[in-house]
């Protein structure tokens, strides 16, 4: 039976509601009818800890996924470096989207801005992160910084920078990109994905359904990128192996080039504050490029205990 309305799941943020108007704009190009539900998860409830103090995975999906098991919505759009890489029985994830800028940007107020400073960042600079990762690999470049936990949403966080709360803070640049936020106040520090590496799927969209519902999973075909899952995938095995979530200081990033080559960087410290173990590792293939990646960040961490 052909497919002709869709209930989509989503987060009531700035962005999450632009991620779900992307899909429905997608959607409804195919021909269908699309109807946006709003559904409000332990991430956004929970505003006063960081990631690393929440119990748990999916802070942002969880409760999405119980309605998509409930049928109350028949497909969920989320940002893919969210989703825990084990789905609940009956989900799956049968589409993404393109990937957007997969790099973190910090953002730094100019009154503060230091010219000949590694990142341009002052002495002792005060940097707003929520994110494990990011902590780690700032303070890897910049031990001298103070890290402290922000929360919101992406425009709140660049307020907080702009009321002064922070000196600089670290964003995925694919949310300000998406939201097309004027940030023309404020220094824009692009950081390489090489050197800072992302969250494993940063840029992504996925779009889960019921394993079941085969009418929408082929529907979703038509808008899948799987070059883009390729790459992916290997990122988020790596998470999968390191059993990791939001609290692990994980970056993974994986690239394909010219030549049908995967090249593979990750970055992992025990805790937020625990020294960085950087991995690179290139293939012609994508067997076993995570489980080697993986291997030998174990290693570093082995010899570090």
């Known amino acids: 039976m052909a497919v002709k309305h ?18 429905r704009e997608q959607l409804t190009q ?25 119990e748990g995975k ?21 940002s893919m470096m969210d989703l825990p890489t084990t789905a609940p029985e009956g989900l799956c994830v049968t589409a993404v989207s393109y990937r957007e800028n997969p ?22 600079a005060r940097v707003g992160t929520s994110s494990a990762r990011r902590k780690a690999q700032i303070r890897h470049l910049r031990p001298d910084v103070v890290l402290g936990d922000i929360r919101g949403n992406v425009p709140t966080r660049v307020q907080k920078l702009r009321d002064g709360q922070f000196d600089a803070i670290l964003l995925a640049a694919a949310g300000l990109q998406r939201l097309d936020l004027d940030l023309s106040d404020l220094a824009v520090i692009r950081l390489n994905v090489k050197e800072f590496v992302p969250a494993p799927a940063q840029g992504v969209l996925a779009y ?19 070059e883009v899952s390729a790459v992916t995938n290997i990122e988020r095995r790596v998470l999968q192996l390191l059993d990791g979530g939001c609290q692990l200081p994980l970056g993974a990033y994986c690239e394909r080039d010219a030549a ?17 173990h950087r991995v690179r590792h290139s293939s012609s293939t994508t067997y076993e490029l ?3 990646v993986v291997a030998e960040l174990r290693e570093k961490l082995r010899q570090n205990a």
């Open 208 to 226: 889960q359904v019921n394993t079941a519902d085969t009418a929408t999973r082929r529907l979703l075909r038509a808008i899948h990128h799987p």
């Open 58 to 78: 999916g802070f942002f999906t969880k409760e999405i996924e119980e309605a998509l098991l409930r049928g109350d919505v028949d497909l969920a759009v989320h």
């Open 30 to 54: 195919l021909g269908l009818d699309v109807e946006l539900k709003i559904i409000k998860t332990q991430g956004d409830r929970v505003q006063d800890l960081g990631f690393d103090k929440l």
């Open 260 to 276: 049908g080559h995967y090249h593979l960087w990750a970055a992992l410290a025990e805790s937020w504050d625990a020294p960085l």
């Open 290 to 292: 995570a489980e080697k």
């Open 6 to 23: 869709i209930r989509i799941g989503t987060r009531g943020s700035r962005l999450a509601l632009w991620q779900a108007e992307f899909l």
């Open 103 to 124: 790099a973190d940007w910090l953002l730094i107020r100019k009154s503060v801005l230091t010219e000949k400073a590694l990142l341009r960042l002052p002495e002792g």
